[in-house]
């Protein structure tokens, strides 16, 4: 192989990344200093330039990382084109308020996403229609499965030719769901702990997986909280689309659509137009944001 060539950030542990390269061979490489004086970051899921150290050893260099399409900050990733976003229907019991701190933010970096609940065989047909009514006209794709039977031909296929992103909390069943699609990657699961009725974090890094069927996957730590950061208050209401229709007709210009009143979205939740768990949601994190400018 020549210096120089091309491949893409598997995972990076210890220091090392581990590059695979367009034979589909796997480098440990060390990333050049140039990255510290720039204070850029190699990160899973980039394209770089690399160089062979010891081609025997199968021991390299990142030399330069490529132009990026997107780079996630949690989880951190880059040139994701579609997330997969896990929740349990139960087991553990989701939160529909992390799920919706997931999409907000995921939509903010430009990243589409799949509400993917998993362990659909712990729940019943009620609970899945409900999941899939709170989200109906959020403008996000819902997809009900069992890990561990024939659904997973589904995501298989939904991921078809894309880099796509397993993220979630922990015990979810995003290696699960990653060992069925590329067996290969043998990851390891973990129970949920019966007393807590959560997961055990058994996923400790981000890596990616390339599947036979030619997508790349990656799977992630699965964490508990998520902050949306610095974003202002007034931008979260771009990532509930069923706003949409009545943005511009509440009372007051500036409503904020959490408790003014003549508010028009307030109005269309009180009609069933928008459901009432994703404009809980939607207040909660408003006020989250606005809370965090005072400190
Ligand atoms: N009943 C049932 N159990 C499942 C399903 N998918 C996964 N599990 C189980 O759920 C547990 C957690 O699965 P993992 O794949 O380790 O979950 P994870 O999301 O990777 O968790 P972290 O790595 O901790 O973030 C394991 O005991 C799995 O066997 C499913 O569809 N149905
Ligand atoms: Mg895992
Ligand atoms: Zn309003």
Known sequence: MEAGSKGRILKGIGGFYYVETEA????????R?????DGQKPLVGDYVRMGIVDAEKKEGSVDALLPRENALIRPEAANVELALLVF???????SLLLLDRFLVMLRSQGVKCVL?????????AERISEFAG????????????SAKSDDIEKIRERIQGYTALLAGPSGVGKSTILNRLCPEAQ????????????????TRHAE???????????DTPGFTALSLGDMPEEEIRLYYPEFRPYEGKCRFRECSHTHEPGCAVREAVVQGRIHPVRHGNYA???EEQKQRKKY
Do not use: Q, W
């Open 116 to 124: 993917l609940f998993n362990k659909k065989d712990l729940t019943t």
């Open 208 to 218: 990616l997986f390339r599947t036979e069927a030619g997508s790349y996957l990656m």
């Open 284 to 286: 909660a994190l408003y």
């Open 33 to 37: 200093g140039i990255f510290r004086k």
């Open 187 to 202: 990851a390891s699961t973990g129970e949920i702990s019966r007393k807590l009725g959560r997961g055990k974090h058994t």
């Open 134 to 145: 709170i989200y109906r006209n959020a403008d996000a794709e819902v997809c009900c499965i």
């Open 24 to 31: 589909g061979e796997v480098f440990a490489c060390r990333a």
């Open 88 to 94: 349990a229907c139960t087991s553990p019991e989701p």
